[in-house]
């Protein structure tokens, strides 16, 4: 019943522009970004908090469906937004945001977009960061965001920037895709191809912590496929694979060829770019 | 019965050198470095760990006894050792401490001394760093070693740093020491005097953040000192208080005078200098 009435009243509205929320979230206690049923996930505290603010029922894209654990600093959330919405004071939205999300979500920023925007279809590359501890010390600040290899003294960059290099452009990711969804996606006839602009590894000290990170962007991932790209990529680190191996991995268009998946909670969402332009600051 | 017979193993022993373990902490969970009856703390644990894998009680000095929430990259723990203990490989000893001690405690590394060395005492400096995130946007990564100002979108640093420059060079601190600590000193006839070299205030990006930082070093710190100064030094930040007032409140001598006392999950003892040559890098 509370369907239907809620049903009605959205078919009534019309939707002038669109609202682009950019929301930072610590993954630890979620069961991922996507809603399931009976479980803590990102768009639901974020749709419940949505509801609760505009009244009404929201259908909500997002930039990247990232897994439990995953954390985001810049995820994007859309939905279409009524003119009445829209000339409510932006910095009303933002504090009852604040206010009715959990404290390990955090409300970056606000933005308008045209009508029809989608934080999903519309984003041109997605950022991704991987931190990695090497070594017998235990990371102290960092400890929730960092994949501690405390049995790996060292990981050698250049050689996995080397491996790394065939990564670059329009590939059959399939090798780093979570076997379970390949198979889905090509059941359904659809591509395991992504293009990704960069895989690099760099060694940065943040916090007072020595790290070695992994930047990936690309158009777009397939599930699990930064985890996939970066566990293969350590395996060359540490020397248990060549340099030349990940090219060899890439070929075989089979998740078994590739290394392990590194933990989700090494994972960040740091950015999303969408066409200049789109995106209108709000607040 | 249990303590005289270690007491008179302890006599027994010849100490031919002293051993430094440097270790970082997350103080969250800790009701701070000192061992306190009944409750977690670092020193405790630290001793726990330490009389484990030597068998015998130890006496520990250390650089800094944070407070409850403190957090520590560096801190320095030491005791005196036997030359049987200083022939057992440096990294048994750094495993073993490394699987006795919590999650939230990281063995960094460990050093000899000459005999008589005392991590507290040879101390020629102290270092900490202060975090601070304001604006409306909760921090994400850096959540549980930052003081969050919700309601203050921005903090004047050229201000914080005209109005730090007095408290440089050796002065009375007694008005940035917590009033009762303060009583207890002078009781005794101890000093209230401490010599900074360092309170600088900047702005940094950690982990995709925008932090403001308080830098304090000194060769010794009162209790709540740097906690204080952080309080005080962020009045004259929001604007609530003219640049002048930190010299007035250093001359009043006097803890009602400063500013609040800054929460301590901000906080964390980043590093610690000794004479040039006394540690020697063990591992």
Same mark, same amino acid.
């Given at each position: ?13 019309? %939707?002038?522009?669109?609202?682009? #929320? ?16 009976? @479980? ?76 029809? %925007? ?33 049995? #790996? ?5 250049? *050689? ?18 979570? *076997? ?62 060549? #340099? ?20 989700? @909670? ?18």
């Amino acid at each position: 019943m509370a369907e239907e009435t809620a049903g009605a009243l959205t078919e009534e509205l019309t %939707f002038t522009e669109a609202i682009a #929320v950019e929301l930072g979230y610590r993954g630890a206690h979620f069961a991922g970004y996507a809603e399931q049923p009976g @479980q803590r996930t990102v768009a639901g505290e974020m749709r419940r908090a949505l509801e609760t603010v505009l009244r009404r029922p929201i259908e909500m894209d997002c930039a990247g469906r990232t897994d439990a654990g995953v954390h985001a600093l810049a995820q994007y959330v859309s939905f279409p937004a009524t003119a009445a919405e829209l000339s409510m004071p932006a910095r009303r939205l933002m504090s009852s945001l604040v206010a009715l999300t959990p404290d390990d979500i955090s409300i970056r920023a606000l933005h308008r977009a045209p009508a029809g %925007f989608s934080a999903r279809f519309d984003a041109e590359a997605r950022h991704y960061r991987y931190r990695v501890a090497c070594g017998p010390t235990r990371p102290v600040m960092g400890w929730d965001h960092t994949w501690w290899l405390r049995t #790996v003294p060292e990981l050698d960059v250049d *050689a996995m920037n080397a491996a790394a290099r065939p990564l670059v452009g329009e590939h059959d990711f399939r090798s780093f895709c979570k *076997a379970s969804s390949a198979e889905l996606l090509i059941a359904d006839g659809r591509s395991t191809s992504r293009n990704l602009s960069d895989v690099s590894v760099d060694v940065t000290v943040e916090a007072g912590e020595r790290l070695i990170v992994f930047d990936v962007a690309g158009n777009a991932f397939l599930h699990n496929m930064v985890r996939a790209i970066v566990g293969t990529l350590v395996e060359v680190g540490r020397g248990h694979r060549p #340099v030349g191996w990940v090219a060899d991995v890439l070929a075989a268009r089979d998740r078994c060829a590739a290394g392990p998946t590194a933990p989700a @909670q090494g994972l960040v969402l740091e950015c999303v770019d969408y066409p200049s332009g789109v995106l209108t600051p709000w607040l």
